[in-house]
């Protein structure tokens, strides 16, 4: 019987979109194809999108490889690496390098990328003059420039903007010079673009707009500097071109391929050679080239289903999604944001500087854009995606999948083929079937399997929520696993311990000190802003960008768009004048309900976020932190003070209390009570710390919890005087917030550590109670609230 022979598959290209293919390729039918990868850099696979670390340093090319020549060896894939293929033989099949055949082929992928567009301008050919394409790059331009220097960056867009950061943060002083009117023009409209303007500034880099380019001075072949058409000249020592790319065409185009902007193919992407398919950033298809790796790895995928004769995909072009990989700057955008005819909701905060916006067409999204707040982004992407019909819940569109209403946003309506991190091109169905056939149960297994979430980190949420959904009850959220999250390789005690001994004041500093592999996500980020303040309250530089929307707005956002406001009324004892004040100012702004909290308090739900301020300041109240992970409520009783069975003073104790720890940020939210006796109206025993009083003194309970997971509080001491609950309540939040994780809730953190040792560190060892007391004093005494800051009330 005659054996089937293999179809000889050579791949010119190892980029991205190679690499892509050729997993594809394995995944449909290894067995049937003898494959060839030739590739013109000496490196196997790296993820280019990690190339702006491997410029500061903080990564060396091994650590942002994906496809080691170890990979390429177990899966029977023979790897050419430096060196460039120079024309096909198309009539004999072959390719041709230094007029030596290197592989003869049946079927032969393109995957040659694109070149960097360099102006036609006087000096562009000096030495000093880089593109940011590649590794060979990223090794000039340190080169250049060391730990310092001059750079002007030309070209203000997406790999601009991370070339000129990567070269700041090397120690550079960097001017970016743009062409257009405003920033990121494809990704940013006006509003946005001022925002990434104001925030790159504020880090130290210069941005100048609307300036064009017309020579690259120097003396003799070294550059000097970049003079623009109106006359000003800026100093250079380097000088970065980041003004787009071209596909790169010439080795298709000299062997005979039909070529326009790019090698033109089909939905099969088959160019005019039956014998010869395209991906990447060198084709064009249907009028439309590339530049984003999204598209790249659905290219892959139907071409992999073609050689595999299966023929059931057709490559489609749809609407990309981008995130800017700039620590500090969350900036995520999708679709068309240019549409002047587009209907447009928008949603700009600029205190807390958030923006977003949701352009729509009959009903459905084509484009959006968010600034400060980007978590919402990718659930929005997969409605636009989709087509869905979201004109239904337009009110609540850029509020959070609580605020929405059932359709495409749940995950199980979700398509497979949804791709989930466009960094690497990893899919809604790839990850299901990697949780279920694998026994993922967290991010960091999901990232080690897939390498989802690896790179900017924009798609973690989402990720959470595939999590979530595939696996129910088994998720592992919450408390965070030996690594704090995907974006790093660093523990919680890594972190703090560096903090401390390297005295690092901000998120930034961590980042950069500890080498973050991105530019964090909404669980790192807040997480490193909590840790600075916690270890270093005097001198932590709060990170706004690293807060969560309601701790930045200092509100709770409703599902309407307004604000509930939530004044701190201490043991939940109010005067008639503040009642009277609170009354007042209901009316007079028409607030839409006034609801008496469970703790105790007053709600003002409905108020319009331009009254926020008028109504503080009205007010003239502490805020309630109802919004943050902080001290929410002291709920008492009126105890020995008026009622007959009281047999301690649990009023002004629990106002004692709530003094002392108001404003405080915690890992997690906080609830404390106080009840005069046994009979416990405060209800005590599920609080994360309940004080009981008894004859002669209080019973103090930690741990307990009243919401979803109920559970009872476990007794920590008991105790004969309130200023003993006061040192004993003080030591243990303080305690709480040096060892919890952030968002571990004391119910678990208790259960966590032990009963036993906490009453050791806070009860027993007398002398690191009071250290732990001391510790929260200092930090309480530089709290300020945020409100009356802002007010002057």
């Given at each position: 019987?005659?054996e089937n022979?293999k179809?000889?598959?050579?791949v010119?290209g190892?980029g ?15 067995e ?14 790296y993820?280019r ?16 490889t994906?496809h080691?020549?170890?990979w ?10 430096g ?12 390719v ?12 032969l ?5 694109s ?8 000096g562009?050919?000096r ?7 590649n ?9 250049r420039i060391?730990r ?8 203000g867009?997406?790999?601009?903007l ?14 970016v ?20 303007t104001?925030d790159?500034?504020r ?42 790319i ?22 099969t992407?088959?160019?005019y050679d ?26 892959a995928?139907?071409?992999?289903n ?7 995909l ?21 679709g ?8 447009s909701?928008?949603y ?13 067409k009959?009903?459905?999204?084509t ?22 019909d ?24 979700m ?8 960094c690497n ?8 079937e990697?949780i ?7 991010r ?32 592992q959220?919450g ?8 974006c ?9 311990k ?6 690092l004041t ?11 592999e991105?530019?964090?996500?909404d ?49 939940g ?14 009316q007079r ?11 105790g308090?007053?709600?003002?739900i ?23 992970k902080?001290?929410?409520?002291v ?58 009083g008894?004859?002669?003194?209080f ?5 307990g919890?009243g ?8 007794k920590?001491a ?10 004993v309540?003080s030591?243990?939040i ?9 968002g ?20 027993d ?8 007391v ?20």
């Amino acid at each position: 019987m005659k054996e089937n022979k293999k179809t000889r598959l050579v791949v010119v290209g190892n980029g991205m979109a190679g690499t892509a293919c050729v997993e594809e390729v394995i995944k449909a039918g290894r067995e049937r194809f003898d494959i060839t990868v030739i590739g013109r850099e000496p490196h196997p696979n790296y993820n280019r999108v990690l190339l702006a670390y491997v410029l500061t340093g903080e990564k060396s090319v091994s650590e942002i490889t994906t496809h080691g020549r170890e990979w390429y060896e177990q899966n029977g894939v023979r790897l050419i690496t430096g060196v460039e293929v120079s024309d096909i033989r198309r009539a004999s099949r072959s390719v041709i390098a230094n007029n030596e055949t290197l592989a003869a082929y049946d079927k032969l992928i393109l995957a040659t990328g694109s070149l960097p567009i360099i102006p036609r301008i006087p000096g562009a050919d000096r030495d000093g003059v880089f593109t940011f394409r590649n590794v060979a790059d990223c090794e000039r331009i340190r080169g250049r420039i060391g730990r310092g220097g001059r750079v002007v960056v030309i070209g203000g867009g997406l790999l601009g903007l991370e070339a000129a950061h990567a070269a700041h943060k090397l120690g550079a002083e960097v001017t970016v010079a743009h062409l257009m009117g405003r920033l990121m023009e494809r990704q940013c409209d006006a509003a946005s673009a001022a925002l990434l303007t104001d925030d790159l500034e504020r880090m130290g880099i210069r941005v100048l707009l609307g300036k064009e380019a017309i020579e690259i001075t120097g003396s003799g072949n070294s550059v000097g500097g970049v003079r623009f058409k109106d006359g000003q000249e800026v100093a250079a020592d380097a000088v970065i071109v980041s003004i787009g790319i071209r596909p790169n065409i010439g080795l298709a185009a000299r062997s005979g391929i039909y070529c326009e902007r790019g090698v033109v193919v089909s939905d099969t992407m088959q160019t005019y050679d039956p014998a010869i398919y395209a991906v990447g950033e060198c084709v064009q298809h249907r009028g439309a080239t590339f530049g984003l790796v999204g598209a790249v790895f659905e290219q892959a995928r139907v071409l992999a289903n073609h050689l595999a004769a299966d023929a059931r995909l057709v490559f489609k072009n749809r609407p990309a999604s981008t995130r800017l990989k700039v620590q500090g700057i969350d900036l995520y955008s999708a679709g068309d944001i240019s549409d002047n005819d587009a209907e447009s909701i928008e949603y700009f905060d600029r205190g807390a500087r958030v923006y977003k916006r949701a352009l729509l067409k009959d009903g459905r999204l084509t484009g959006l854009v968010m600034y400060g707040d980007s978590a919402q982004g990718p659930r929005l992407f997969s409605s636009l995606l989709e087509n869905e019909d979201v004109g239904h819940r337009r009110h609540a569109l850029l509020f959070g999948e609580a605020a929405a209403v059932k359709g495409a946003s749940s995950v199980a309506d979700m398509p497979d083929d949804l791709i989930v991190c466009g960094c690497n091109g990893v899919t809604k169905g790839m990850l299901v079937e990697a949780i279920e056939k694998k026994g993922l149960f967290t991010r960091a297994d999901v990232a080690r399997e897939t390498r989802a979430s690896t790179s900017c980190g924009g798609c973690a949420p989402l990720i959470d929520r595939i999590l979530e959904a595939t696996l129910g009850a088994d998720f592992q959220g919450g408390v965070a696993p030996a690594n704090i999250c995907a974006c790093t390789k660093y523990s919680r005690e890594d972190v703090i311990k560096n903090i401390k001994e390297r005295r690092l004041t901000s998120v930034m500093a961590v980042m950069e000190a500890l080498g973050w592999e991105t530019v964090g996500c909404d669980t790192c980020r807040p997480a490193l802003n909590y840790y600075v303040s916690m270890v270093w309250p005097l001198e932590a530089v709060d990170d706004a960008t690293s807060r969560l929307v309601n701790e930045r707005a200092h509100a709770n956002i409703q599902n309407d768009g307004t604000f509930s406001v939530v004044p701190r009324i201490y043991g939940g004892a109010i005067t008639p004048a503040e009642l009277g004040r609170i009354a007042e100012c209901a009316q007079r702004h028409e607030v839409k309900l006034v609801k008496l909290t469970g703790g105790g308090r007053i709600d003002l739900i409905g108020v319009k976020k331009d009254d926020l301020p008028v109504v503080w300041k009205e007010l003239d109240m502490d805020s309630g932190y109802a919004y943050g992970k902080a001290l929410r409520t002291v709920k008492t009783c009126v105890g020995a003070l008026h009622c007959r069975f009281g047999t301690q003073d649990s009023l002004n104790l629990g106002i004692a209390l709530e003094k002392r720890l108001a404003g405080l940020w915690m890992p997690a939210k906080v609830k404390l009570s106080v009840s005069g006796c046994p009979r416990n109206c405060a209800e005590s025993g599920i609080k994360d710390i309940g004080v009981v009083g008894v004859s002669g003194g209080f019973e103090i309970y930690v741990g307990g919890c009243g919401g979803i997971e109920l559970k009872a509080g476990q007794k920590l001491a008991t105790v004969k005087t309130p200023e003993d609950v006061m040192k004993v309540a003080s030591a243990f939040i303080q305690h709480y917030r040096e060892d919890a994780a952030y968002g571990e809730r004391t119910f678990k953190w208790v259960r966590r550590r032990g009963i036993n040792e906490i009453q050791k560190a806070v009860v027993d060892d007398a002398t690191g109670a009071a250290a732990l007391v001391a510790r929260l004093e200092a930090a309480a005494a530089v709290v300020l609230d945020p409100w009356r800051q802002r007010v002057g009330a």
